[in-house]
């Protein structure tokens, strides 16, 4: 034998037998080396989360940034004409505690989202516009409204019967996860702007129907309370926004913890053992007991482990890509739908932008007008396809039968596209591919040894939103607590 | 504004400012900076035939490996007895022509695979084994094999309807990809042992039949020549094997490439633009013309990439998932099962070792009998889950009803999970997950500027195959000649 068994099988033996807190010649090389109880990969609200849990419980944590700010993939930036925009996640939704909790330790402050007026709603099938009242007291006079209704019931009465904390035990699981989502429309929805409303749910994945099973989908419509839950804006998931933007929480969390966090170290290596783990970036080597690994599924998967992760855990992330989203931010000097009636809110998703909604600041901030629309998955990828100007020009114009001639000239024009965020790759979260949440069970957050998982994508609620992110976060803290 | 829309959008305009060939403080930092016409990353077959032509062509070359060997998923161990085991690949197939020419290049020899016997066959509802004829002249005999004919029949009609240079065209790949191999199963073939068979299919996939889509299945069945070479030994997918082991052949080829090839050297980051490339790993960073990336392509997107690839490339690796298969060596004194009329060939997908195959070595090298088992799958995830103890006995306990009590007591027995080895990370190879096929098309590899893709998966000629891998670093080698 010319090799060792041990190195090619990877199993427990070879686990007990790494030599965990020792330095290899590669640690040696980095100019420095430090310890810690905890080290937290990653500072967006899952990293920070834990990070601030394990600090206020007098443990030494150490928070290794890719990026050089913190937030991962909430983003607000100043605006010139005053107030703020938000390019990545914004809302504050109803039953998101552990967000609103936060947001009142941070001493941070919240808005009513703004909804003055109708909500502009055309089918697939429909030649124009028709105005929905924010109540939806006349949402049944729009044509084909009831067959709309009563597919969203049906795709309601499978999401009731999911267990967010654990999908994968419904009696159909398995066959739901070898389901797309694409063809439980084809053979249960057959009225077009039903089925196209449909495919709205899936935006929460910001997945094409044929990628994500039904068991996924379920399972995230579910955990965030269901589809009324996750659609509305009022006693919902969009209710409230953050004053300052939702960076500002993180920031002052940020403040807090202060040289904790150390900025521009993406993570190449984690080396691990029952006794501990060594955590490598481009310039050190830090040792601790555990690790909370917070960042995206699939890029928790490209750090190098020594030894390998066990099969399920080393396969998963490989099962759990990131969703595509274009998130337009449009700024104009007043919010001039207002003055038609209109609420800012819009669906077509026969269109390019499927979705619009007023992200204007309130007033005393400035007197701007915000209007942030939504590019979704294959339609996302295909407008990328284009030059920027076209694309830029193409959007605008998909919105021009909704807000006028006035959209096409805003003052100020962002899109963010996630997917080409290195330390993201795609918004608004991942999703686990058709049969992975089946197959795969709790693999998406159980611990291995030292190594604790992190980040939305792993919250049993509320995942992909900020308030799932923080949950995961406490999550993980807590079960370093009762590790020690 | 307080960002660079520049940074934000990662568009053309960033990668046309990116200061490739330029020294960043990271690669400053770094102990030594080369040049060369071409990196290759990855020195599996795909990377080192990319080398080897652009050696052979005159330019400069340079291979990075992540591992202390070449070989990639092919990896040869010498056994004490002499003879030699094949943990990854093993066969050279009919049709395979870019790995027989490779072989006779290097000077390498080849013999037919040992096929001395009666296959054992037992259906998921039959009580015992069947001995079918190596001509296959009896296998209509066996209970309900007209069922399992039909359901391959009904398979292979669509599969003959499949471009493999672009499945994508196919008029149904929209559905084709969002409709699962499970779901397909379900709905088109009731009888039992037809589907247990055919689930046989996505063993070319290692995959389990809610995680693939027909779509891929059929492009990967289609790309290798259809089911029945596939399946088969002389004139198939299974016919020949080579003498030293299937390693050998990159053996001799590094040899030839000598110091171009530079091991532990895993490939942290890629910085690009139209005018190059400069290649980091933890101790040193390379400039060159192109690369050309040769690893599976989970860890082609695990790579940093300095600005990000292009939305489409970024998404496409998060969904292109290794397969889970455990290759079982069993070494006996020798290949008792002979005596009995059996080749050693075996079929029990109702087992947890649903194949067996003969991989004796020719007699002059070795008296020793060699049994290689295949564990697919979820199975296989779920043995993994054991103690390797657990696991070795009753992997052994499943093969008893085929060969008696001998097979209990190897003489040496190994199993080889390529999931857990952390330069592989699955195999045979990768699978797009549905709706990739369709959605991503010809992304799966076109060349990005001065980056080339390559690896078996990428291939459309025996993908998941040595050959496929060897096609495809010839493939990257051509596009770079072309562009100069």
């Given amino acids: 034998m010319k090799v060792s068994r041990r190195a090619l099988l990877g199993g427990a033996a070879a686990v007990a037998s790494a030599s965990v807190l020792t330095r290899s010649p590669r640690a040696q090389a980095q100019s420095k080396s430090t310890r810690a109880d905890v080290v937290v990969v990653g500072a967006g609200y899952a990293g920070l989360a834990a990070a601030w849990q394990l600090h206020k419980a007098g ?56 909804n003055f007026g109708d909500t502009l709603y055309r089918g697939v099938t429909s030649s124009g516009y028709y105005r929905v009242k924010a109540d939806g007291s006349n949402w049944e006079s729009v044509p084909g409204s009831d067959l709309i209704d009563e597919a969203d019931e049906k795709l309601s ?15 159909q699981a398995a066959i739901w996860d070898g389901l797309t989502f694409g063809q439980w429309l084809d053979q249960n929805v057959p ?108 890029l928790a998967g490209s750090i190098e482990y020594e030894p390998s992760l066990p099969t399920d855990r080393a396969q998963i992330t490989q099962r759990w890509p990131q969703g595509c989203v274009i998130k337009v931010g449009m700024v104009f000097e007043e919010p001039f739908w207002r003055k038609d009636g209109l609420s800012g809110a819009s669906i077509d998703y026969g269109s390019l932008v499927g979705e619009t909604a007023d992200s204007s600041t309130p007033p005393e901030y400035s007197k701007q007008g915000i209007l942030t629309g939504f590019v979704y998955a294959e339609t996302a990828r295909q407008v990328l396809r284009l030059s920027a100007s076209d694309r830029r020009q193409q959007l605008l114009a998909s919105l021009q039968g909704r807000f006028g001639d006035r959209i096409l000239k805003p003052v100020f024009y962002q899109e963010m596209n996630w997917a080409m965020q290195p330390w993201t790759k795609g918004c608004y979260a991942g999703y686990l591919a058709p049969g992975a949440t089946y197959l795969f069970k709790s693999a998406v957050r159980d611990p291995i040894g030292p190594l604790h998982w992190a980040g939305t994508e792993t919250a049993s609620q509320w995942p992909t939103f900020i308030d799932g992110a923080i949950r995961s976060g406490e999550r993980a803290a807590q079960a370093i607590f009762s590790q020690r």
Avoid at 157 to 171: E, G
């Fill in 157 to 171: 009465a499978m999401v009731d019967q999911i267990d967010p904390k654990a999908p994968w035990q419904h009696p």
């Fill in 191 to 298: 009225d077009a702007n039903a089925r196209r409303f449909l495919i709205a749910s899936v935006s929460y994945a910001c997945a094409s129907p044929q990628e994500i099973s039904m068991l996924q989908l379920l399972f995230i419509i579910r955990a965030c309370g269901g589809l009324a839950m996750l659609d509305g804006f009022e006693g919902a998931a969009q209710q409230d926004r953050i004053i300052g933007g939702a960076q500002v929480v993180a920031k002052r969390l940020a403040e807090r913890l202060g040289s904790r966090i150390q900025f521009n170290q993406p993570v190449r290596k984690i080396r691990w053992s029952d006794r501990g783990v060594t955590v490598f970036t481009d310039q050190q080597a830090i040792a601790a007991q555990s690790v909370v690994i917070a960042v995206p599924p699939t």
């Fill in 59 to 114: 443990l030494k944590v150490v928070v290794l940034e890719a990026r050089d700010r913190v937030g991962g993939r909430v983003w607000s930036i100043d605006l010139k004409g005053g107030g703020w925009l938000d390019l990545g996640g914004q809302w504050l939704g109803a039953t998101q505690d552990r967000f609103a909790a936060l947001i009142q330790e941070m001493g941070c402050q919240t808005y009513p989202t703004p």
